[in-house]
């Protein structure tokens, strides 16, 4: 076969998993960000105790535990496939060059 090129593009999986990286660890900047900004005490402090805004209060604060929750699970989703992609990533490259082996390369890359 004239054409040496790889199957599997070297380096596509890793530049993969970098970027889910990426996005997850942003992601987590603005998980933060947003806690700090919406959490319990930063929700009752700008309502105050007024026995009226107790039930807004509530809300709001439900409200936020509930997207910081659901965003947690999307970072951790998005850092599982980076672990995920960096693992096939491995596995593909150990077996493209066992499958160069078998077909006459050597480890330098000559037949």
Do not use: C, W
């Not at 995920?84 to 000559?110: I, Y």
């Amino acid at each position: 076969m004239a054409d040496d090129s790889p199957y599997y593009a070297d380096g596509a999986g890793r530049s993969l998993a970098k970027k889910f990286e990426l996005q997850a660890y942003d992601l987590r900047a603005y998980l933060k960000e947003f806690s700090d900004q919406t959490g319990e005490e930063a929700i009752t402090d700008g309502f105050g105790v007024l026995t009226e805004s107790e039930e807004v209060t509530t809300a709001y604060i439900d409200f936020s535990r509930n997207v910081t929750d659901a965003m947690k699970v999307v970072h951790e989703h998005l850092d599982a496939i980076a672990d995920a992609l960096r693992k096939v990533n491995t596995n593909t490259e150990v077996n493209d060059e066992a499958t160069a082996v078998l077909f006459g390369k050597n480890e330098g890359g000559a037949k």
